[in-house]
């Protein structure tokens, strides 16, 4: 029975004693009474009880901790690389986000570990367990920025310069969680450690559910982006200023939103988004002067997302016109098709058997490593077909299937 739901897809009862008791453990770190669900961002209160969790957890299986430049834990079993075989995945969440998003693939990574370990079983390379940082970018907004400043996908002094919601740059808040800011960014002999890149996931979407099956490996990822889209008025008195003339960069935006919909619905295979807005100045009786609205958007191929947004911009500039406002759209990240690791995939499914691939809309930091090390990912069944909100979920059945999967590649693996 449910223990405690409160809007969230945790049965702690279920998990408390069992194969997901990290789970559990974590269960109240970063609940947002607010939104509902978690919010867990970079270097702040709940993620770093996360990140003390995760090192006491790996501590207790014999694992050596240790965070770099970047602020990604590692947890070695045996001698750090090279050619290792790392696993893992992120502790952070969106703003209200669900219970597995990132946790899961972290605590299975242990679990599996140490079912290794209980077995008896030696590893004849090494192992690591790794947790990136700011993989949902809710704080700096880039996504994977963890990986990213990793294998230098992005220009180390751009990372630095980004601001978070109080204008705080990752620079001082880096200096803060008591890493180096001059050191942050491409990590080549963290990297050249890594042999191999596992990372389990919960399905952020419905594939699962319709195959009937608890476990896939993931086939690719959409190419994707995150462009800003800057839409400029006058700021005004919203009591002197007549209704005719106005350059109201509010509705303005509602129009461009209205387009960005309008504009992937009819392209297939489309998405974009417009989930984030930040009002300047923001208040009730203020006519805005400018409207930020952050657009996401993906499509099938490269060339289509670029297509997309090429489209959308047109889009969304006739739109503001029409309120007399101009739009700016610059793009803060941008990840091209990943098609994940061939061999690796061969290999996963002798050690599995006919487990089945998907493709996904997701990004994942193991999209980002695929780049530079083989990666590969195993996704679990999510009954809801729900992420990025509470009620996203995953059965312990489910998780358990995930966990034995992942025991069997590490296994075969190492
Ligand atoms: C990350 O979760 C993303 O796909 O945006
Ligand atoms: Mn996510
Ligand atoms: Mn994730
Ligand atoms: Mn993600």
Known sequence: GYVRNVGVGVRVSELAHGTLAG????????????????????WQGPDLELRAWFALRAERLGLAVETDRNGNLWAWWGTPGPDAVVTGSHLDSVPGGGAYDGPLGVVSALEAIGRLQASGFTPSRPCAVLVFAEEEGSRFGI???????????????????????????????????????????????????????????VEQGRGLIDLGRPVAV?????????????????????????????????????????????????????RATVGRLEVVPGGTNV???????????????????RALVAAITAQVERAVSLNGCSVAVTEESWTGTVAFDAALAGRFAAALGGVPALPTGAGHDAGVLSASVPSAMLFVRNPTGISHSPEEFAEVEDCVAGIDALEALLRSLL
Do not use: K
Not at 287 to 305: K, N, P, Y
């Open 23 to 42: 789970l559990a453990e974590i269960a109240d770190i970063g609940r947002d009474a607010r939104r509902g669900g978690y919010s867990r961002q970079l």
């Open 287 to 305: 006519i805005a002067s400018s409207v930020h609205a952050w657009l996401d958007a993906r499509c099938d191929t490269e060339a289509g997302t």
């Open 218 to 270: 993931a086939s690719s990822i959409l190419a994707h982006g995150r462009w800003r889209l800057t839409v400029s008025g006058q700021g005004n008195h919203a009591g002197t200023t007549l209704m005719t003339g106005r350059r109201d960069p509010m509705v303005a935006a509602a129009r461009a939103i209205v387009a960005v919909q309008e504009t992937a619905a009819a392209i297939p295979g489309a």
């Open 143 to 201: 996504a994977c920025l963890g990986s990213r400043l990793l294998t230098g996908g992005i220009d180390a002094d751009r990372a630095r310069a980004l601001t978070d919601a109080d204008g705080i740059t990752l620079a001082e808040a880096a200096a803060t969680a008591g890493l180096d800011p001059r050191r942050l960014g491409a990590d080549p002999e963290a990297l050249a450690r890594i042999g191999l890149f596992l990372e389990l996931h």
